[in-house]
């Protein structure tokens, strides 16, 4: 189960001041629905970053990484911070901070304090947007793992369909196409790498072509901390689009989500929804946002989507004794089980959850059984046998 919420990030009046080498800099990266950079703070702090095209401006560092290492700002301040699930108040850090991840060296007045691993996992230790992607063409490179900044040369763009965009208040939007039901929901959309979903529409997009009449199967689903926000539990909708068109490419086995009532980056906006990197890693990409322009090249084709469990997890070993359940699927063997929302697994097929590797536990969710102890925020323990199954 990928990551459905998204990270979208806006803190007003305070723009993280940037500068870059001359080269062309490439910055490998792990991906696991996400795009995690290994990033260096400072010269000495080592750290897991996320790649968040969304938070164009903004370096972020979450509050668990901080506390357990050995930085310690002088001068922290408070704003207010806006993402998927509302806004909220948070700290940020004023001291000017140097950031580099791979040949890129940043420079940041402000870096904001966020909770990322409540959104995300243990594995989340900071969250990035490249400033300059407003001047510079950016690769994303999903075959090989890499981003690359288009400093001082071109990007090749032989073999890519080119698209329009719009580069407005930070945001990357294209016109895109979802087949529901049948029914054509085409108009802009927010490219958005800090989701790990595949589409999920806006309040605004649920009313003006009413979702919620579309004939077809449908899930209810609860959410956990969505995204950055005060909103703590989201309730969403979830269904099969027939296709998605982006330029002359077709998508398929692609289901989409939908929240009745959302609120900041999922409610009224200029977007219809959120594009997330369940359809972006299909693709090699090259943003040229200074000439508004998207390019794509496909490299991998589409796959059913196969046997799923109706749940999924945060991996929380850096705070408790294992991964906590923050998404359930009202329809799910495992909400019929009595696994609910909150729920600490401690292992899992017989094995520690702490012994699992990253790797390990991402190829857990197409294991065809997961044998569950749990215990419950209450101290209570659990055993459960699930098997994974055919939804759409």
């Given at each position: 189960?990928?990551?459905?919420?998204?990270?979208?990030?806006?803190?007003?009046?305070?723009?993280?001041?940037?500068?870059?080498?001359?080269?062309?800099?490439?910055?490998?990266?792990?991906?696991?629905g996400h795009i995690y950079l290994q990033t260096i703070i400072n010269d000495k702090l080592h750290v897991n970053t996320l790649f968040d095209t969304g938070a164009a401006n903004i370096f972020g560092i979450d509050s668990v990484a901080l506390a357990q290492?050995?930085?310690?700002?002088?001068?922290?301040?408070?704003?207010?911070?806006?993402?998927?699930?509302?806004?909220?108040?948070?700290?940020?850090?004023?001291?000017?901070?140097?950031?580099?991840?791979?040949?890129?060296?940043?420079?940041?007045?402000?870096?904001?304090?966020?909770?990322?691993?409540?959104?995300?996992?243990?594995?989340?230790?900071?969250?990035?947007?490249?400033?300059?992607?407003?001047?510079?063409?950016?690769?994303?490179?999903?075959?090989?793992?890499?981003?690359?900044?288009?400093?001082?040369?071109?990007?090749?763009?032989?073999?890519?369909?080119?698209?329009?965009?719009?580069?407005?208040?930070?945001?990357?939007?294209?016109?895109?196409?979802?087949?529901?039901?049948?029914?054509?929901?085409?108009?802009?959309?927010?490219?958005?790498?800090?989701?790990?979903?595949?589409?999920?529409?806006?309040?605004?997009?649920?009313?003006?072509?009413?979702?919620?009449?579309?004939?077809?199967?449908?899930?209810?689903?609860?959410?956990?901390?969505?995204?950055?926000?005060?909103?703590?539990?989201?309730?969403?909708?979830?269904?099969?689009?027939?296709?998605?068109?982006?330029?002359?490419?077709?998508?398929?086995?692609?289901?989409?989500?939908?929240?009745?009532?959302?609120?900041?980056?999922?409610?009224?906006?200029?977007?219809?929804g959120i594009i997330g990197n369940d359809v972006w890693d299909r693709f090699n990409i090259i943003i040229d946002a200074q000439n508004l322009k998207l390019y794509l090249r496909r490299h991998k084709a589409d796959d059913p989507i196969g046997k799923r469990y109706g749940y999924g997890w945060r991996n929380r070993t850096d705070i408790c004794r294992g991964w906590v359940v923050y998404y359930?699927?009202?329809?799910?063997?495992?909400?019929?089980?009595?696994?609910?929302?909150?729920?600490?697994?401690?292992?899992?097929?017989?094995?520690?959850?702490?012994?699992?590797?990253?790797?390990?536990?991402?190829?857990?969710?197409?294991?065809?059984?997961?044998?569950?102890?749990?215990?419950?925020?209450?101290?209570?323990?659990?055993?459960?046998?699930?098997?994974?199954?055919?939804?759409?």
């Open positions: 189960m990928k990551l459905l919420s998204t990270i979208i990030l806006a803190l007003s009046s305070l723009n993280g001041l940037a500068q870059n080498n001359a080269n062309d800099n490439t910055m490998p990266f792990v991906y696991h290492s050995f930085w310690h700002p002088q001068k922290v301040g408070k704003a207010r911070a806006g993402g998927a699930a509302g806004s909220t108040m948070v700290r940020v850090i004023a001291d000017g901070t140097k950031v580099q991840m791979g040949n890129v060296v940043q420079q940041y007045q402000i870096v904001p304090i966020f909770k990322l691993r409540d959104i995300v996992s243990r594995h989340v230790d900071g969250i990035w947007g490249i400033k300059d992607i407003s001047k510079y063409p950016l690769e994303i490179n999903f075959e090989k793992q890499y981003l690359k900044q288009y400093t001082s040369t071109k990007p090749n763009t032989e073999g890519y369909q080119q698209l329009p965009i719009k580069y407005e208040n930070n945001r990357i939007m294209l016109q895109a196409e979802v087949q529901l039901g049948g029914k054509k929901i085409r108009g802009w959309y927010l490219m958005d790498t800090g989701s790990g979903g595949s589409v999920t529409f806006t309040s605004g997009a649920v009313t003006e072509f009413a979702l919620d009449k579309i004939e077809g199967k449908r899930y209810l689903a609860d959410m956990a901390q969505p995204g950055i926000g005060d909103k703590a539990m989201e309730t969403s909708v979830e269904m099969m689009s027939d296709h998605i068109l982006i330029g002359g490419d077709t998508i398929r086995y692609t289901d989409i989500s939908y929240v009745p009532e959302g609120v900041g980056a999922m409610s009224d906006r200029p977007y219809l359930m699927n009202h329809s799910s063997e495992a909400h019929e089980a009595g696994v609910e929302i909150g729920d600490t697994i401690t292992t899992i097929n017989g094995r520690d959850v702490k012994d699992y590797t990253w790797d390990e536990e991402e190829a857990l969710h197409k294991a065809p059984r997961h044998e569950l102890d749990i215990v419950t925020p209450q101290g209570q323990q659990k055993h459960v046998i699930l098997d994974a199954k055919e939804y759409w």
